[in-house]
């Protein structure tokens, strides 16, 4: 997420517009899909720690491509470098995530999304600041070195390969290879359309926000970053939440409330700030930034309460599982973007949103995926 911040002038550097630049968010879905069918398999042979290992590389490599992409091929090249180690990571932290809860016998994977969201936060932020001290290149090399440094002592806390329970917990057989279609995966379809559908969001409102706040609004550099900041704030503040409402509430409720009533506030606020915007500024960024925090507190517990629902099910090993669905909703996380892009070309930046709040409401609906 380091890059967000600086999306709008890694944009206008490339010299790309916004159909052709959702064009190049194809990159880290391209890569983020063979991640997350390669970690699978390889978690299951290997376990998490050494995958985790490998993407520890890869994913300050993809920084450091991105931070000399020129044309759109290798930011194209750069993305796809980046979303196929950050889909490693994912689906080994998740696995490992799995099996500390096992441990501790209490819930903490939406505590773990929300260090995830805090990084993303900070980073962003970080990016903001220094817009006006650093080029885009710069930031991006001061991340990925950071980054690199600060993965060396925590791979070291991880649970071994003994520990993490990668070919299932022994006391069933479970699966390596699935097929990718059939009836028996029926419910991994059903839970990643659902993870799918929130991870639209979630990177729209992630890659987006930034420039429909500077093009489609005329808020001035520095401040379009936000739009991404209350996001990341919201996502933070419930995921760290999460546990206890998954808790209270229970997975299924709380995914359908923050579906429905998070994307229905998102879309009011969009559909007040946008035409606001041109007769008082000031106000409608606050509508729109509260528009954001509606997002990201409906969206926060979605991710842990999906890939936890694909954990449990029977006869699939954990980690077999959570590739699996990482695969179809990864993907999405990459794919909002793009047809983001696409719609706003055909129509505009403002119409466009219109897809990831309705995806939002989606991942509401498909709450009924998860067991109890």
Same mark, same amino acid.
């Given at each position: ?186 419910? $991994?379809? *059903?839970?990643? %359309?659902?993870? !799918? @559908?929130?991870? #639209? =969001? ?6 987006? +926000? ?97 890939? $936890?629902? *694909?954990?449990? %099910?029977?006869? !699939? @090993?954990?980690? #077999? =599982? ?6 179809? +909703? ?43």
């Amino acid at each position: 997420m380091a890059w967000v911040a600086r999306i709008p002038e890694i944009k206008d550097a490339v010299g790309l517009s916004n159909g052709e630049f959702g064009f190049v968010f194809l990159g880290s879905t391209v890569g983020a899909v063979l991640g997350a069918q390669i970690a699978g398999r390889a978690i299951h042979t290997f376990g998490s720690r050494p995958v985790i290992n490998l993407s520890s590389f890869l994913l300050p490599a993809g920084l450091v491509a991105m931070a000399y992409s020129k044309t759109a091929p290798e930011l194209f090249f750069a993305l796809m470098l980046m979303g196929f180690g950050y889909a490693l990571t994912d689906m080994s932290v998740n696995t490992q995530a799995v099996v500390v809860e096992k441990i501790l016998n209490q819930k903490w994977m939406s505590s773990f999304h929300g260090m995830w969201s805090l990084g993303s936060f900070v980073t962003t932020v970080f990016g903001g600041v220094m817009i006006s001290f650093l080029t885009p290149k710069e930031n991006l090399l001061a991340v990925a070195a950071i980054t690199l440094i600060a993965f060396i002592p925590a791979n070291l806390y991880l649970l071994s390969p003994a520990e993490d329970e990668h070919a299932g917990d022994g006391e069933e057989i479970t699966e390596a290879k699935i097929p990718f279609f059939g009836k028996s995966v029926l419910p $991994l379809w *059903a839970i990643g %359309l659902g993870l !799918i @559908a929130g991870m #639209v =969001a979630e990177g729209a409102a992630s890659d987006w +926000g930034a420039i429909l706040l500077r093009d489609n609004m005329n808020i001035s550099k520095g401040v379009y970053a936000s739009a991404f900041a209350s996001f990341a704030l919201a996502m933070i503040t419930s995921r760290f939440l999460g546990d206890k409402a998954l808790e209270k509430f229970g997975a299924r409720n709380t995914v359908r409330y923050g579906g429905i009533y998070g994307g229905g506030g998102w879309a009011l606020c969009l559909a007040i700030a946008i035409p606001l915007s041109s007769v008082a500024t000031v106000p409608a960024l606050v509508i729109a930034n509260i528009g954001f925090i509606f997002a990201g507190l409906g969206i926060g517990p979605m991710f842990p309460a999906f890939i $936890l629902a *694909a954990s449990r %099910l029977k006869g !699939i @090993a954990p980690a #077999v =599982a959570i590739s699996r669905v990482g695969v179809i +909703g990864i993907a999405g996380f990459f794919i909002g973007p793009t047809v983001t892009g696409v719609l706003a070309q055909a129509t505009s930046l403002s119409w466009a949103m219109a897809y990831p709040v309705g995806m939002m409401i989606l991942a509401g609906y498909m709450s009924r995926s998860i067991s109890e």
